[in-house]
């Protein structure tokens, strides 16, 4: 079948529903439907109030006042995720009924042929959460509720310490369990611009070798014991400590370090492979007596199953926009119940309020629940994204708002353009002492 030309697409939300591209009779609504709604428009909006590029996707319909809002956020690559939604998902799903979720997002990703990837992903993502959002306005309830109802009051979360120095993220960890904080994830610094999660130490760089601001593992090694020893010697029992690796060992390098962080009790260790070499997870696991948490570069809900059903992971921690949104998320949590394995979902900066409450929907309804990973978002953010959740006490509690409880203020938002990601002059630089590439 020949299809038209693809069209302009993502009118504000006030145009009227002629301005909607034309479409091919085949994708209108495939069967009969008891609600008359229908998506009239579907548009991305940029935004960075923290510095940090987040892409909202808002989806309109001709009941006045009802629209959904979902994220998309690839902060590394948001620019190329904005056409994707507004010139070839939008023309699939304009005209159709809001409420057949899991038909919409499957024409999505079933029709682009060649499917997968954060691109694609992240912009189904906006698409799936918004209609999720729509679902819970036209019920008059929070989203939670339509995925079940709760199994626990609010999700426990922890947040990230991570200094220059050892001295220094303790510091940082003592003020996190001073508000409250049962889990803290610890980092600390090395010379050169490769350290993650914290600072790179102010140290004279060592002329001997080819590359002097380069990553050196073996230090690497040495340092996170020693982090773990200093932190079990200052908060005792009291709270969990966790670490990222951020995909820069070898399977053995990884079980190496599983096994000299043990005496400590590591809630988890995250990424310790990256996702080039996740077919060896299963041995490392086998081998680590500390639980391996891993999917964050995850970019297909296929991907995310894998690592579950692979027996390589304890804990499964997506950054649910790279998978498709909500919809795959529930699915992964019901999977991750019924295998053992427990969430952890990605939420740092580069996961948008909405985002933040996706993963708490499905928080609170799973009984695979783990862990969440949180961030404190400042006011600027608040003042774009009005409803956005707080971390009290530790925990996440979920709107009871219908939908997400969240709205975007497009006003406020312009008043932050997003501008082009940094990481990739950060990753640019993340390199061996030899010179070569890591990743990162």
């Known amino acids: 079948m020949s299809l038209p030309a693809d069209e302009s697409v993502g009118a504000p939300a006030d145009a009227p529903t002629a301005e909607a591209p034309s479409r091919p009779a085949t994708f209108d609504d495939p069967w009969a439907v008891a609600a008359d709604v229908r998506i009239t428009g579907v548009r991305a909006i940029a935004t960075a109030p923290e510095g940090i590029a987040l892409v909202v996707v808002r989806v309109d319909t001709d009941v006045d006042g009802l629209y959904g809002l979902g994220c998309a956020t690839y902060t590394q690559r948001w620019r190329a995720v904005i056409p994707f939604v507004e010139e070839h998902l939008a023309r699939l799903v304009v005209g159709r009924y809001p409420g057949d979720i899991e038909d919409l997002t499957r024409l999505v990703r079933f029709s682009g042929y060649w499917r997968e990837g954060p691109v694609e992903n992240n912009a189904l993502s906006g698409l799936d959460m918004a209609l999720w959002d729509i679902a819970g ?128 009790r590591p809630f988890f260790l995250e990424d310790v492979l990256a996702p080039e070499h996740w077919d060896r997870l299963p041995e490392v696991r086998a081998a680590s007596p500390v639980p ?54 990605h939420a740092p900066g580069d996961t948008s309020p909405i985002a933040a409450a996706a993963n708490v929907a499905v928080d609170v309804t799973t009984a695979a629940f783990g862990i969440q990973e949180g961030h404190v978002y400042p006011e600027a953010v608040h003042e774009v994204f009005p409803g956005t959740l707080d971390i009290v006490d530790g925990w996440l509690t979920p709107n009871e708002a219908p939908g997400w409880g969240i709205d975007l203020d497009e006003a406020a938002a312009a008043r932050y353009p997003a501008e082009l990601s940094g990481h990739d002059a950060w990753a640019a630089g993340v390199r061996g002492h030899d010179g070569g590439l890591i990743a990162p």
């Open 137 to 264: 306005k036209r019920a008059g309830l929070p989203v939670h509720e339509l995925l079940g109802g709760r199994v626990r009051a609010a999700a426990d979360t922890y947040l990230h310490a991570g200094g220059a120095t050892v001295e220094e993220t303790l510091d940082q960890a003592e003020a996190l369990v001073a508000r409250g904080q049962r889990h803290v994830r610890i980092q600390t610094g090395q010379p050169g611009i490769g350290a993650y999660g914290a600072p790179g130490l102010d140290e004279p760089p060592d002329r001997r070798v080819p590359y002097p601001a380069g990553w050196d593992v073996e230090r690497y090694l040495g340092d996170v014991p020693r982090l773990f020893a200093a932190a079990r010697e200052r908060f005792g029992e009291r709270i969990e400590l966790l670490h990222d690796v951020h995909n820069r060992l070898t399977p053995k390098q990884a079980v190496w370090l599983a096994r000299a962080v043990e005496p400590y």
């Open 292 to 345: 391996i948490a891993v999917g964050e570069l995850a970019t297909s809900q296929t991907d995310a199953a894998r690592l579950i059903l692979g027996g390589g992971v304890d804990l499964i921690r997506c950054h649910i926009s790279a998978i498709g949104g909500l919809t795959p998320a529930k699915k992964l949590s019901v999977l991750a119940e019924y295998t053992g394995v427990r969430t952890a979902w």
